[in-house]
T-cell receptor
C-alpha cells in the first residue's frame, strides 16, 4: 500500500499547454513537497506546502488538507519542463513518503 | 547549484564490500537527510541528522549507518553490500525542517 499516489504516471503535452499533476495521500501530514528530477538525475525542490497555494513563475502548487490532495500546475509548458515530478509527504516529526513520480514530456 | 556537495559521484564496488558516501550541506544548514533511489523502489527516506544528532529514521537497513560530524558534514556507511544496494544515494540539507536542497547524488553500483 502506497501512502502517496500520483497521477498520471506519464504525461505528454504540446508546448504551451496547461499541465496538472495530482497527488493524493492517505496519512496525516505536516508538509507536502513537490520535487523535480531531470533526466541527468538531479533533484530540485519546487515547493513545500502545508496549506493553501504557492506560485513560483509558471508553477503553481495547491493543497487541500481535508481532501488529502495536492496538485501541481504548469502554465505555458515548455520543453525544458520535461522531467519527473515527485510528490513527497512529511509525516509526524520527520518521516517522508514519496510518490512514484509523473514523467512529463513537453513536445515543441 | 544547490550548495550541497556529495562525493564521490560514482562508486563501483563488489558484493560484501563496505563504502562511505560523504555529504557537505549548504552553509548554515543544520539538517542533513539521506535518501536512496533505486529503479524498483523509487525514492526512499533513510535517515535525518540535525546538528550532529539523529532526528529520524526511515527505511534504513541495519547494514547501513550514518553520522553527522561537528562541522556538519555527514557520512553514510554501507556495509556487506548486496547487488540490491545499487542505487542513487542523495543527501539533502535544510535550515531546520524547511525546504530541502538536494546534492547531485552518488551512483553506487555493486557488482
Amino acid at each position: 500500500k502506497n501512502e502517496v499516489e500520483q497521477s498520471p504516471q506519464n504525461l505528454t503535452a504540446q508546448e504551451g499547454e496547461f499541465i496538472t499533476i495530482n497527488c493524493s495521500y492517505s496519512v496525516g501530514i505536516s508538509a507536502l513537497h513537490w520535487l523535480q528530477q531531470h533526466p541527468g538525475g538531479g533533484i530540485v525542490s519546487l515547493f513545500m506546502l502545508s496549506s493553501g497555494k504557492k506560485k513560483h513563475g509558471r508553477l503553481i502548487a495547491t493543497i487541500n488538507i481535508q481532501e488529502k490532495h495536492s496538485s501541481l500546475h504548469i502554465t505555458a509548458s515548455h520543453p525544458r519542463d520535461s522531467a519527473v515530478y515527485i510528490c513527497a509527504v512529511r509525516v509526524g516529526g520527520n518521516q517522508f513518503y514519496f510518490g512514484t513520480g509523473t514523467s512529463l514530456t513537453v513536445i515543441p | 547549484d544547490s550548495g550541497v556537495t556529495q562525493t564521490p559521484k560514482h562508486l563501483i564496488t563488489a558484493t560484501g564490500q563496505r563504502v562511505t558516501l560523504r555529504c557537505s550541506p549548504r552553509s548554515g544548514d543544520l539538517s542533513v537527510y539521506w535518501y536512496q533511489q533505486s529503479l524498483d523502489q523509487g525514492l526512499q527516506f533513510l535517515i535525518q541528522y540535525y546538528n550532529g544528532e539523529e532526528r529520524a529514521k526511515g527505511n534504513i537497513l541495519e547494514r547501513f549507518s550514518a553520522q553527522q560530524f561537528p562541522d556538519l558534514h555527514s557520512e553514510l556507511n554501507l556495509s556487506s553490500l548486496e547487488l540490491g544496494d545499487s542505487a542513487l544515494y542523495f543527501c539533502a540539507s535544510s535550515v531546520a525542517g524547511g525546504e530541502q536542497f538536494f546534492g547531485p547524488g552518488t551512483r553506487l553500483t555493486v557488482l
